[in-house]
Structure formats: C-alpha cells, structure tokens
C-alpha cells in the first residue's frame, strides 16, 4: 500500500481538534501502547542479538577457521628436510588447498612482539612454521597427523581454530534468528494494532457517524484515528527501546573472555539503530491504521 | 453577523432547487418504502413534512442529504446527481446542509460548545473569526451557560437547540430539521419555530418533519411554508385544512 502523503501531512500538523473528535484513551488505544512497548523492548534485543552474532562471525572469521598450523622443531641440519618432507605430506593430503613455509622475515614478524625487531631468527633453534589452508570441505585430522607422525618425527600440527568452525555457523544463523525475528515483531506489531484500530473504529461507529453527519470527509476521520493510534505506538515503542537499551546497558561486562554474552551490546554507530524502533512501530502502526481505517469506512458506508 | 456572512452564497443554479428529486424510490432491502417520489425543493422555500410514525419522513430526509442513496430515480443536490457523487463529494455537499437529526447526535465526550463547533473543526476553518460566531450562535439558542456541558448532561429541549446551533454554525443553505420540537414544550417549540422562520426570511431553504399540527398551524401564520405528507409509500401535497 503505497503511503497517503496528505494523510501523513495532516498527521504532522498539530491539529488539537481532529485528536479530540476521537474519545479519550480507549482500552485499545492503551492495548497499542502497551503492545508497542512490548515489541519496541524485544525488538532492541533481537537486534542487539543479531548484531552481536554478527559481529562474533566476522572477527572468527572464515579465514582464521580454515587455516591450521604445522610446527617443525628439528635439529638445525634437518630442519629444511624435515620441512621440505612436511610440505609434500601436506600437499598430498585431500582437503588441503595450500601449504606455506613462512620465511624467516615473516617468523621474526611474529615473534616481534615478544622479542624485539633483532631477533637472528635464523641461528636460533626455532621452530619452522607451515601455514596450512584447508578447503571447504576440510581435511582428516587424525589422519594427517598419523601421516606426519610417520614421515616427519619433528612436527606437530595445531588446529586449535578448527573447533571455531560450527560456531562460526552457529552466530552466522543467530544473526539470520534476529533479524527473522525483527520482522515477526514488526508484523506481529502491525497485526496488534490493525486488530486494535478494527476494535476502535467499530466501537466508534456513532462518533462516525455523527463525523458524517457534519460533513467530515473520510480522510479527516480516518486521520483522527490514524493519529492518535500512530502517536500511541511511538509513545509505546520509545518507552519500550528506552527500557530496553537501559537493560542492555546494565549487561555485566566481562571484557575479552565474556565472549558472547557480554558481547550482548551496541557498538559504535550500531548505537543508532535502536533509535529507529520507535519510528518504525509508528510507521507500522500508521499504515495498518490506516488500511484498517478504510475498511471499516468502507463497510460503514 | 454570523446568520447573514454567508448566506450570499449562490443556491442551486438557474432557478433550480437545491434539491432535486425525479421518481426516487427508497427500499431498505425489503419492498419499496417510498416510491416514485418527485419533488425541487426551491431556494428559500419552507416546507413541512408529515406522516404516520414510521412513513419514511426520516428515511426521506435522509436521501435529503445525501446519508442514504435511492434505490432508483434520480436526486440531485446543488444540481449534481448523487450517483456521480463519491463520498468526499457527498460530504461537501452536507457542509451545504444543516441537519438536525431526530436524535440529535454528538459527540458525547465533548462539551456543547465543542460539538456545535463540530462542523467547523471537520471542514478544517476553525479560526479565531468562527469562534466569535460560535459565541454569537450559542447566545441565540440561548446555551451559553451549557457551553461547558457535556451532551449527556442536557434536557432534550437544550439539545435539539445544541442541534439546530451545530445545523447552523457553516451558514448552511438549507436546513433539514427531523423532529426539531420533538422533546420540548409549546413555549420552547415556539421558540425553536421562530428560529427556524428567522432563517428562513435570511434566504435559507428549510424542511421540517414533525407530526406535529398545532406547530405546522403557528408556522402558517408566520411564513408561506408547504405542507407535504407522506402516505402510502408516495409524497402529496396536503390539504388546505391545515
Ligand atoms: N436502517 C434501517 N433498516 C431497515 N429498516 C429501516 C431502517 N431505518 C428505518 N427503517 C424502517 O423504515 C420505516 C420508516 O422509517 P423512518 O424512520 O423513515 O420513519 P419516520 O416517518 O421518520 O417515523 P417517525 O415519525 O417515527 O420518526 C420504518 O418502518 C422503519 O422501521
Ligand atoms: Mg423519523
């Protein structure tokens, strides 16, 4: 239904009289604002939810949880050996798609950090580092780590992020979960309210007909209900995203072990988006008024 | 003054009435309550209109004004056919009509100033101007000190004067009053009588239902007025013993 522009005009212009013709805060009227609350506050949770799923899906990224490692610790004269005997393991083994020695510029990189730009790494009795890309469908490994164990005594291979993988696929669907679940909100919203706008007009019938009788259009009348029913479900939806940003905020942080639960938050510009709860359940409930509101004028012609 | 700034307003063009009616018939779904009905209701004309309880005389001013459409013939308002007539347009046309229904209707969670003002606040010329006016009419039909009261709190003689008040308030060019003096004594039927003679020597087009004789008798001594009657389903013109 493609929004009336003059009805939301006359919407936007504060007119105390066609807000009056329309009797004080009826049940449903208080039914919209309290159902707008309710929707407005879980719908800042799924969202909150979606993005923290979200956020946690990119920073393990697919990358990370594809590529393991395999770690050489060999006596110097049998490093490039043991090396070379490892690579070509590797690169027979189904389900890996690369296999990388890193060189010694890229091992210092690492090792920065704790030891300094200086470090020789090359006379130093370090480990050698095989970077190992798996594919989609990923390798066996137990079976690799037999193969190696056989082939070459000195390495061990670390996959400590293949554990991530179904994680990853796990937040990748909660955030799909969330944002299902911001639309059942907006429709369930929009159902509550046509329900609750169907309600008040058919009890008002007299103040429609006495509308009629003085030669309202249907346009003002269903603008009177349309309005207030509109303004009811932002008063609800902001009262609703405030209190649930307020309880988002009171999440207990855990800083970077918390992981997920304390991860339950707006960060950055995300801060923005809750923002736009209320005047989304405004604009719900300003289309299903006024769809409802032509119906009922409709049938009561 | 607030009766007269409007009243210039044209009626119905070349001489005709200002509501037309040309072998209307009118069925609520079962057999034909009014048939073949034909009647041009002329610019600054009176009529009265009486019937048996239950004749149609309600029904027929609602075709009047449009709240009901004929099941055949044709009617026309400020010489448009009411089939051509959406409901926007049906709606305009009412700000041209001021009726005063049988019961009254208003809007009961709002004060009778409020509701007399209705009218204006509907049609969107709600402004300092029509408030004087508003006050103006209030004190004519005598409500000032019921201005503040809610409709439910009124004697029914204050409401079909609250009525007739929210009929007149956009300067109409006709009136269609429905049992005006339904719920009053002779003195306030009188006074309500005299209103609506008042108007009509403004220029206004008036149609009045009542069954009641003794006031269509005290109108006749005070303007030309019409007497029509309806019987057996048809609108006649009645006697001269009235
Ligand atoms: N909405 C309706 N649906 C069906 N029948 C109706 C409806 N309104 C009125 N009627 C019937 O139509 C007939 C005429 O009704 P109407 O109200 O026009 O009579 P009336 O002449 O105004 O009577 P009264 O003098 O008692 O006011 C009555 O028999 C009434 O029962
Ligand atoms: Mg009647």
Redesign the pocket.
């Known amino acids: 239904m493609k929004p009336d522009l003059a009805t939301l005009k006359r919407l936007l212009k504060t007119d105390a009289g066609a807000d009056r013709v329309v009797p004080p805060a009826g049940f449903t009227v208080r039914l919209t604002l309290f159902t707008a609350a309710a929707m407005a506050f879980l719908a800042v949770f799924a969202l909150a939810l979606s993005l923290a799923a979200g956020r946690l899906a990119d920073s393990w990224g697919e990358a990370l949880a594809r590529s393991s490692t395999v770690r050489i610790s060999a006596p110097a004269e049998q490093m490039a050996a043991q090396t070379a005997a490892a690579l070509r393991v590797l690169q027979t083994t189904p389900g890996i798609a690369d296999a990388r020695a890193l060189s010694d510029d890229e091992q210092q990189a690492l090792l920065a950090p704790w030891f300094g730009p200086d470090l020789p790494v090359a006379d130093l009795p370090v480990p050698q580092l095989i970077d190992v890309i798996e594919t989609d469908a990923g390798y066996d490994a137990a079976g690799l780590r037999l193969r190696l164990s056989a082939e070459v005594p000195g390495a061990v291979l670390d996959d400590h992020t293949r554990w991530r993988r179904p994680l990853i696929a796990a937040a990748d669907r909660l955030r799909f979960l969330g944002w299902v679940s911001i639309t059942l909100i907006a429709l369930a919203t929009g159902a509550m309210v046509t329900l609750a706008a169907n309600a008040a007009l058919a009890a008002n019938a007299q103040v429609i007909a006495v509308l009629r009788l003085v030669g309202a259009t249907d346009a003002y009348i269903a603008g009177a209900f349309v309005r207030r029913f509109t303004l009811r479900a932002f008063g609800g939806a902001a009262t609703g995203a405030a209190l649930g940003l307020v309880a988002i905020l009171l999440m207990p942080s855990g800083g970077e072990t918390g992981g997920f639960l304390t991860g339950l938050r707006f960060e950055g510009w995300h801060w923005i988006i809750p923002l736009l709860v209320p005047p989304m359940a405004a604009g719900v409930a300003f289309l299903s008024t006024q769809m409802a509101a032509r119906r009922v004028l409709e049938e009561l012609a | 003054m607030l009766l007269h700034n409007k009243a210039s307003r044209k009626p119905g063009r070349g001489g005709a009435g200002v509501i037309e009616l040309e072998n209307v018939a009118y069925s609520?779904?079962g057999g034909e309550?009014l048939t073949d009905i034909s009647l041009k209701l002329a610019p600054g004309s009176f009529h009265f209109l009486t019937?048996p309880?239950?004749?149609?005389?309600?029904?027929?001013l609602k075709l009047c004004y449009g709240a009901l459409r004929p099941t055949g013939g044709h009617l026309r308002l400020f010489d448009r056919d009411v089939t051509q007539m959406d409901r926007d347009a049906i709606a305009l046309a009412r700000r041209r009509i001021g009726v005063v229904h049988?019961d009254c209707q208003f809007l009961d969670h709002l004060p009778v100033d409020e509701n007399v003002a209705l009218p204006l606040i509907a049609s969107g010329q709600a402004s300092p101007d029509e408030q004087e006016n508003l006050a103006e009419l209030m004190t004519w039909v005598g409500l000032t000190n019921r201005a503040h009261a809610l409709p439910p709190e009124l004697s029914g003689g204050e409401r079909q004067r609250a009525a007739l008040a929210r009929a007149l308030i956009l300067s109409p060019e006709v009136i269609l009053a429905d049992?005006p003096t339904g719920n009053v004594d002779w003195e306030m039927s009188q006074r309500l009588l005299r209103l609506l003679v008042e108007l009509n020597r403004m220029g206004k087009t008036i149609m009045i239902?009542t069954?009641d004789l003794s006031l269509i008798r005290a109108a006749k001594a005070q303007v030309q007025a019409r007497v029509l009657r309806?019987s057996q389903r048809r609108l006649q013109l009645a006697g001269a013993d009235l």
């Open positions: 609520y779904g309550l019937g309880s239950g004749a149609g005389k309600t029904t027929f049988q049992e239902a069954h309806i």
